[in-house]
Structures are given as C-alpha cells and as structure tokens.
C-alpha cells in the first residue's frame, strides 16, 4: 500500500495536533498504555516521512498548499526537502525514544499525561518549523516551539528554580521570537512573497538590498537566542531544571537546532556576505569556546552537558559562517551527530540521577560497579562527544577541523581559527573524560541518597539505539548517512555539491594531527585539573540567574514609572494627553495640505448673521469666564445653544433647529436640576501655568478644527445624497428626505440610536438609585430656598398649555414624513410639556395622575420599532422595508399611511420615556418617590 | 459666511475643550455641551451651508444635503442623553466621593492617595 497517496504533508501537523490530545484521554488506561499510545501519532508521522524518503532523496522537493485566506495572500503551505526530512526524521525518531524514555524517568505520581502532551504539541511545533513553505506559518511554529519549552521546563512548577529557569528561556527565545518576525517581515517584503520558494529564488536582490544589513541581524537575533549563541547562551544551562527527557530532546536535539535551522534554511539568500561571515563566524567560534570551557568545571552533570550543548551548537553555527560548502556540509552532519550522542548522553545522566538521587560528580564516583552497562553505553557516546575515532563525533570533528583551515577570510590572522578549534577540541576531550572518570571511577561514591543499580530494562533501549547509531555512524558513514546527508546539503547550498569523502581514515594530514593533539591535549588538561581549578576559584561566580532576574526586575520597576507618569489616575491628564496627541496627528496632515486647492469662495453674508454670530462667540466666551459662577454659565450656555439652533434654521435645516431647540430646553431644565444637588460655586485652584496650558492646547484644538471646516466647506459638494432625494416620496413615501432617511434608508441605524437613549436612561435610573445625597435648604449665599415651591400662575398656566402642548406634537409627529418634524421632535415636545407639568406641580402631584411608566414605555418604543422593521420579512422584504398607500377617507381627504410611521412612533415613545425617565428620576430625588433599589 | 461660520465653530470648540480641561464636574458637563454644539455644526456642515433649500421635496428649487442633517438630528438627541448620564454620574460622585472633582481627590494629596491604593492591588 502506498502511503503517500492517502496523506498530505498537512496530515503530518493535523494528526500530530490531534495527537496532542490522545496522552490526557488515555492517561487512565495505565502508564504503559498510555505511553504506546502516545507514541501513535509520532510513528504514523514518521512512517509517512519514511516513505517519502525515496521522493526525496532523488532530488525532488515536495510542496504542497492550502488557500486560507487569499484576500490577504495567506496560505498554508509546506515543504519536504532534503534539510527538511533531515530535520524531521531526528524530531520524530529521537521524539519516539524520548517518549519510551520517559515512561521510566517520570514517577507514577506525576502527570504523565500532561507531560507528554506537552511534549507532543512541542512535536508538533517543530516539525511544523521544519516542514514550513511559509515565512509566516514558520514563525508561528516558531513561537509554538517556545512556548511548549516554557510548559516543558515548568513542568515541575513547584521548584522555584524550574519557574525561573522557564521564564528566562522564555524571556530570551520570545525576545528573538520578535526579532526574527521583523526580519522575516522585511525578507517578505523584499522578495515580495512570503512563500519561502519565491524567498529563496531571490537571494541576489536580498543581499542587494539596503535594508539586508537590519534583516540580517534580527535573523540572526533569532535565531542566536534560540540556539544559545553568546551572549544570549546563559538561559539553556537554566533550562536544565527541566525533567531529563525534556532537557535529553528540547534542549539539546532538537529545539536549540532550531536556530541553526534557520540558519541552514535562510543560507542561500542570507550567506556569502563580509557581514554574514563576521557575525556568525565570530558568534560561533566565542560560543565554542566558552562553552567548552566552562563545562570543565560544572559539577552538576546536566550542568556540564549543557555547556558542552551550548559549545556544539556553537561549533555548528561557526561552521555555516565559515561559507564553504564542504563547511555547511560539515554542519548538517555534526547536527546529527551532536543530536544521537548529546540525547544518549543527557538520558544516560537521567539514569544515573534517577538510579543514584543526586547528578553532583563530586558525589558520584565509582559507579562502574554498580552499573556497568549503562557505564559502557555512556562511555561511547561521551568518546563520541570526545571526537575519538571510530565514533560518529570523530568524523564531523575532522572536517571541522579540515575547514578550519581553509579560511582566509580574516586575513594574516585566519591561523586563530584551526588554532582556537584545536583548543575547544582539548576542552571537548577533557570535559568528557571528566563525564567518565569522575562518574564511573575516581574511588567511591560519597553518601549518595541511593543505592545505584541498573535502570529498567526498557529505560535502556532509548540510550541503546542511540549509541548503536553512534557506532554504526562512526563506522560506516556513507552507508548509514550518506545520501540524507548529499540531500539535505544540496537544499541548503542550492546547487551541485563538491567532493567529499565519508570515511575514517584520510592519511596523516593536519585535521588527524589536529585530533591527535585535541585529544592528548584533553588528557593532560583533565590530568592537571587541579590547577585550572583553583586558579578558576579566584573569580567570583556570577549567577546568570540573579543577574537576569536584576535585569528584568529593573525593566518592570521602569514600566510601572512610565505607567505612573501616563496613567496617573487624573482624568484631567487623560484628557490634556489625548488632545495634545489628537492636535498632533491631524495637524501634520494640515500643514501639508495645499493651500492652493481649489476653493469657492465664501457667500455674501448679511448684518443678522454677523450680528448673531458676535453674540454666540460672546456667549461662549462669557460661559468660560464666568464657569466657576455656575447659573450664570448655564444660561450664557443657553444662549449658545439658541442660536445653534436658529442657525440650523437659517441653513435649511428645519428638523434641526426643532430639535436643537426641544433639546436646548430639556438640557437646560437637566443642568438646572443637577445643580441643586452639586455645589453651587467652584473654587478657583487651577494654578496660572494650568490655565495657560489649557487654554494653549484648547486654542490648538479650536484652531485646528476651524482650519479642517473651512478645508471641506469651501470645497464643492460631491454628496450620495441625490440617491435619498431622487428616491424618497417614491421608495419611502415622503417628501421630508431627513425623516425619509431617519426611519426608512438609514433605519436600522435610527434602531440603534434609540436603543442607545434607552440604555442611557436605565444606566441613569439604576446610578441615582440609592443615592444618598445631603440636600441643601440654602443657596450658597446662605439665603433659604423659597417656601412657594409651586407658584399659582405657573400650575394654572401650564395645566392650561397641556393639551395644546400634546396636541403640537401630535401633529409634528404626524406630519413628521413629509414637513419639518417627526418621532425625535415630537417626542422631546412631549417630554417638555410634561416636566413642565413636574415643575408646576411637583412629584407629589404627577404621581397619582400619569401612571405611566417610562421604563415600560421605552421597552415598547424599541420592541414597536424593531417588529415594525421584522414586520417586512413576512411580505418577504428585507429588514426594514418600508411599505405605504394611500386611502382617501370621508371628511378628511386622501391620506397616507407608511409602515415608516409605525416605527416613528417606537422612536416617539422611546425619546419620551428616556427623556421622563432622565428627568423624572432626577427630580424625584428630592422626593419620597426617589428610585430605591427593590431587593 | 463660511468664514464666519468656521469661525463660530472655532470658538466654540476652543470654550468646550478649555471647560473639558477644568477639574470639576460641572465645568466638564458645560464643556460638553458647549463641544457638542460645535461637533453638531461641524457634521452639519458637511452638507455646505444652503440658504432656503430644505429638504423637503417640491418646497424649493435646490435642496439642501439631507444626509448630514439626519445624521446631526439622531446625534443631537444621543448627545442629550450622553451629557444627561455624565451629569448624573457626577452627582452620583459627589454622593459617593464627597467632592465634585474629576479625578475624585485633591489634586495635592496625588502622591499620598495613589500609592497605598496600588499596592493593594
């Protein structure tokens, strides 16, 4: 049966997602169930991979993809070449063994599956990365990658140093996580496409480009933080708090590879450059050494492997700098390498933690004897990690140190390179003999919590096929490896590969005297320790931990200062920060906008409108003068609002000035109200600079606005208005087109807006419910409020008026579709002629004699509007659909009838409520009918 | 006209944002009234200033824009409402509060308020 030709490469990431959740659901069925079932969707992936293997060896790269959403050029698309099925084959395969791994490490007391759904979303991400034809989707993986290493190292969260250890590698990868999005952004925008085929097709213009120097380098930011790269290494030996499995398959197989991948994958459009050479060159070549280093004197052993982890990858990235192809070559295959003998190693330091109690080597020693098989199979991974012939580790070495020669990019000091690789070399030897020795010889144990013994069988097969593949590797390389290796190096370099040979033995040349001398070297340096020892004990050791945490600590500290200045609690600030930022953004456009444009000029203007327009500015100029005399601001503000509304009128726009004027009263009667309940009089306390200030940004504000209106209306009109005007008595049935438009073209909006009243409304009922405020008997000049509470000529006169009140607004309602009126105007004359009553009367008057309630009134105002809208769906009409006739009536004469009005009367009676409501409560606060909350 | 119409509504915003800017409350509700009235001229505008051309079909020759006019009269009652619910929140401040500032507190105690009340959260 062929495979290939049920599944997609998208069935790889969708059954490994799904796969996420099959460890929870089978957790219950036992451990060892649940481990063969978690191991499912990872060994269909991998039979899958595995039968493409063919495909992809003879050279063909297999895409596939997905529109998702193509107005925005998103597609999900993927990639199988040779790096990529390189990368896969290590992700699943070491994956599957980890995860047999794990079913011993971790005790029946923890939650394996949690753990292993972690480790499988992680899974997931990585081959999504590998997998990835898109710059975009890759990132997203990516990001995926850090945060499943976040839950992975977190996974015993009750020890402070793994929630440190977790928040830093998150700190650090996610910072690069950024970093590599806008440089990839700026990669996508220069080849124009975010599929990585088109991205790679056009290096040359890349490299070209002016911005390639800023791309490069967020790339790199990248893809150094998640590979450990000096100086960003410090977070992967904290990592280690992580469990074993985590640390043997995330933080030194796979996930840390990942920058390299990245490395590898971007090579073609990224490399070849003095810049490219530099950075990475010099990045790598520092990590190498430092690592190797420092990893001689961790006495922890996870510890010591993750130094020497972090001077691996820095091997590895030094060698995709040095920009030969047989170095990139070299590169791919010590990716491999490092990968099967780095994973055996941190499982056989998992073992020796698990079957000992403790992973301190000035503890254990001597465990050869109690252990001797899991001893044989460290020794060959740690020779391996040695670079000792006949292991896989050797062969990569050597061409390492074979390129190393060949570089003469640093000119007269291109011999530092072989010269500095040697000296890693030694470090390399001599940390790993110190593996061996200190572990498994070097006397006796010193009070271990534990009696050592062999692990369980099972827990051995893991380390078992690693080092078999160490071996085989070694031995026979271009048989084991060879093609996949010709492949993967041939989609990274792009073109025909130069000639290598896999093979052990290459005659005496320098690289084999360079072994032998990293080796030898390696062995005296571990002979002599102690020296090294105590002269590296003069230096003060620095935690990475405390410094970073010292770091992070300062940024927030700084955060919340910034956050203090703006966010202050002062809604004052708010208010002066916004405007100063609105004058900001609409003044730009203004000052380069052409004050050439074409204009009309301005119509004749006529002495009354001068004459008006000098008492509004003097009326708004007075309310600010006199702002803190609070009756006499309220009326200079009154005056304002009069003429905006007979200059609604004066420009033919009689619904307005109606409504302007209804409105006028109404918020005049409101700001009267609240007055008695606020104080009377404001303190002056802003300071002059305050003053000045404000009136500096108001006049800003104030002249920008004025600048922008005379911008558009001098401009001729360009208006969709003649649709309303050419359809309104023949699609909705009248003639006034501002009605027209309020319940019939623009409904649904009018739907709206009273919805808005009415909510206003309720959330002010519901505020003033409760409130308990002290009610003054005095103004502020001490003078008693009047005991006439309801003079004699108001009552009588308003009583009187009532009726004609109503009936004004019933005709305006009426005639509202086709002359100056309707539901707004006539409900707001309504509401007046009613709290005209209230002030007449009084609460105690109204109450008994208008039992209406205003709540259930705008209930049924929005519930009329909205089914008269509904009521078109069933003559099958869309929402809102106005329908209206004519029928001539005895006595009265032809007279339309519109559905439109039916929903104006919801609008009517929504206004009124809202309105009453508003106002009613507020006046009845001073009254026993105020709004209590009803339990 | 137009220039002293632009005018007007100059005026006007520059007295609404001034008030805005006030510490107390009534101050503020004045404000937004006053820059209601000139947001509402402002959008109102929009159609350009016609003199005898209502909407209204058959009453003139040419008419005036009917859309900005709509779009003015729905504001004019939703900005009613709006300044209604900021003055009833700030009586309902000053039951709460004691005072009548914006902010809520004296302006000097800032530092002494701020701080107890954030490291509690």
Redesign the interface.
Known sequence: MELSEFMSLFWITAIMLLGVTVPLVTERFGRTANTVFTMLPPAIALAYIASLIPTVLAGNVITESLEWIPAVGLTLSMRLDGLALMFAILILGIGLLIILYARYYLSEREAAGRFFAYLLLFMTAMLSIVLSNNVLQLWMAWEVTSISSFLLISFWSSKSESRKGARMALTVTGAGGLALLAGLLIIADIAGSYELGAILASGDAIRDHALYPIALILVLLGAFTKSAQFPFHFWLPHAMAAPTPVSAYLHSATMVKAGIFLLARFYPILSGTELWFLIVTMTGLITLLLGAYVALFKHDLKGLLAYSTVSHLGLIVLLLGLDTELATVAALFHIMNHAVFKASLFMAAGIIDHESGTRDMRKLNGLWRYMPYTATLAMVAAASMAGVPLFNGFLSKEMFFAESLHQETLGFLSWMIPVLATLAGVFAVAYSLRFIHDVFFNGEPVNLPKIPHEPPRYMKIPVEVLVALCLLVGIFPAFMIGSLLEAAATSVLMKELPYYSLAIWHGFNIPLLMSVIAIVGGVLVYTYRRHLYSFQAQFKETDAKLVFEGVMQKIVAFSAKFD?GLN?????RY??LL?LFTIVITAIPLINLDVAAAHLP????TFV??VA?VI??LS??A??IY??K?MI??IT?SV??LI?SV??A???????AL??LA?EV??VI??ML??Y???QK?IA??SPSRVVR??G???A???V???I??A???QP?D???EF??AN??TGGGG????NV??VDF?GL??LG?IL??GI??F??FK??TG???AMPTANYKGIPWSEDRHPPILTVISQSLLPLALLVSFYIFLRGH???GGG?IAG?ITSVALIQQYIAHGVDWIKPRLKVNYQSLIAWGVLIATFTGIGSWFFGRPFMTTWFDYFDIPFIGEIELASALVFDLGVYLT?VG??LL?LAS?GKLTSVHRPVAEE | ???????????????????????????V??GL??LS??V???L?????????????????ES?????P??L???A??????????V??????A???LGN?L??GRD?PD?DKL?KPIRSKL
């Open positions: 203090e202050n609690g002062s809604l004052q208010v002066a405007l301005d119509q004749p203007v409108e001068i327009g509004l500015c708004a100029i309310t600010v702002h803190r609070r601001a309220l503000l304002v609002g905006v200059a609604f004066r420009f033919s726009a009689p619904d307005l409504t302007q409105v109404v918020t409101l700001l609240a007055l309940f606020l104080p404001t306390e802003s404000d009136l940004i108001a006049a504000v104030g002249g606005v004025a600048t209106n005379y558009f209306i001098t009109l208006s969709i208005s309303f005007l309104s008595k003639t006034n087109a501002v438009i309020l623009r909006d009018t807006e808005v009243l206003a409304a959330g002010i505020l003033l409130v308990k405020l086709n002359m100056p707004f707001l206004v809202a309105t508003i507020l | 006209m137009e220039t002293l119409y632009v005018v007007c509504v100059g005026v006007m915003t520059f007295c609404g944002v001034f008030l805005c800017l006030r510490g107390r409350t009534f101050s509700v004045v009234t006053m009235y000139a509402n001229l402002f109102f505008s929009s159609g350009r200033l016609n003199l005898n051309g209502a909407a209204i079909l058959g009453m003139s008419y005036a824009d009917p859309l006019q709509a003015v009269l729905t004019i009652v939703i900005g009613f409402a709006m300044i209604a619910f003055v009833i929140l700030s009586i309902r000053r039951a709460d009548d914006v902010d302006p800032t701020v």
